[in-house]
């Protein structure tokens, strides 16, 4: 079906390939995931995972959808001035052959779970009626989306999302009642339900009554914070899990508090040592991902980042370091870290082998006069 017949304008690089093998396409419209979303205006910005449209006339929601975790996001879009409203979003683990539905408030321009059981019900029974009215869910790039979320489990999802659920570009602020500013001055902070989940790194870069050499140690080597940071989650994969979904976060749902978050575990990562010999799969994983990761970053985006002081160069140039000169490092792990190196300083024209800034030099501990 073309998009002029459905009502939804895919953007070029996006496009439905001519041709979907029969089977594929057979087993998608039995065990796919529905998604209906009424009364959606026409010009709409909606997307799933990483691909978005503009709404038309008819577009009722998309078909096809693969079991799993995804990403629905969506802005209104004022056409008279051509304005668009912050990104609204969430993720939803889909069953397989499993229908939702939402419908669009034109009040608070949002998308809203009212619509009743029975409905749903309804619309399932019809679907072969409401076909023309679905797009397909962009196949052709499901692999990428799996590279980019695969380390999030159901139960991850559900803890890390806000309490309304809503993944928002825009974090709405209120005042905080519990200031105690003697000049009261405002005090705001997000409002209560909207905030991410994330686990909160630890302050704490050395052990409790740490020695002068141990200041020292730490605060080049990271691996006591983050086997904290293990601790808190439960597992070291989970490490990777929260990492994936700050990504996602920051680049589809355009959250800036998880490109933050995602930058911290990035650079804590980065900054181990001692951690490279006991969480080898971990920090191979983590290559794996990054790399991904890197990829898909928007050029203008990728610019951003890498301004930002510098950041991910900085980063990369101490873990890098780090793995050379930790000697009983994994085999595996190093050899992977080396073709990462080179492949990254190949597409992106970086160098690794730069002396260390001041933010990199060794703490020196002065110790109080006996």
């Not at 009502?7 to 093998?21: I, K, L, N, T």
């Not at 419209?29 to 909606?46: C, M, Q, R, S, Y």
């Not at 009642?177 to 704490?204: A, E, F, M, V, W």
């Not at 020695?211 to 439960?234: C, P, V």
């Amino acid at each position: 079906m073309s998009d002029k017949k459905l009502g939804v304008r895919f953007s070029e690089d996006v496009r439905q390939p001519a041709e979907m093998d029969q089977a594929l396409a057979r087993k998608l419209f039995d065990e796919g995931a529905v998604l209906i979303l009424k009364d959606v205006p026409p010009a709409t910005e909606f997307g799933i995972d990483t691909h978005s449209w503009n709404t038309g006339e008819k577009f009722l929601g998309v078909k096809m959808i693969p079991p799993g975790l995804h990403f629905i996001y969506y802005s209104a879009v004022n056409t008279k001035f051509r304005d668009t409203a912050p990104r609204s979003g969430i993720f939803h683990w889909f069953k397989k052959g499993e229908l939702i539905a939402f419908r669009w408030d034109a009040r608070t321009e949002t998308l809203v779970d009212d619509i009743s059981q029975q409905d749903k019900d309804n619309m399932k029974q019809d679907l072969k009626n409401l076909d023309h009215r679905l797009g397909a869910y962009p196949y052709q790039s499901y692999n990428k989306w799996l590279m980019l979320s695969s380390r999030i489990k159901k139960e991850k999802m559900e803890k890390l999302v806000p309490d309304e659920k809503i993944i928002s570009s825009v974090t709405e602020m209120v005042n905080n009642p519990q200031s105690t500013d003697p000049d009261n001055l405002p005090d705001l902070t997000p409002r209560p339900g909207t905030s991410i989940n994330y686990t909160q790194l630890s302050k704490h870069r050395c052990p409790p009554n740490p020695t002068a050499t141990e200041i020292t140690k730490h605060h080049m080597d990271r691996s006591y914070q983050l086997e904290l940071f293990i601790q808190e989650l439960g597992s070291a994969q989970d490490v990777l899990a929260e990492l994936q979904f700050s990504f996602l976060c920051f680049l589809v749902g355009q959250n800036y508090g998880s490109f933050e978050h995602w930058k911290a575990l990035v650079d804590l990562l980065c900054g181990c040592a001692d951690s490279l010999i006991r969480h080898p799969k971990l920090f191979q994983d983590f290559i794996t991902d990054l790399y991904f990761q890197m990829v898909e970053i928007p050029p203008d985006f990728f610019v951003d980042i890498v301004s930002q002081n510098n950041f991910l160069v900085r980063a990369l140039t101490n873990f890098f370091e780090n793995i050379r000169e930790t000697k009983e490092v994994d085999s595996v792990l190093k050899s992977k870290a080396q073709r990462f190196e080179n492949c990254v300083s190949k597409k992106f024209g970086w160098s690794f082998c730069d002396d260390a800034d001041e933010e990199n030099l060794p703490v020196v501990v002065e110790l109080p006069a006996a």
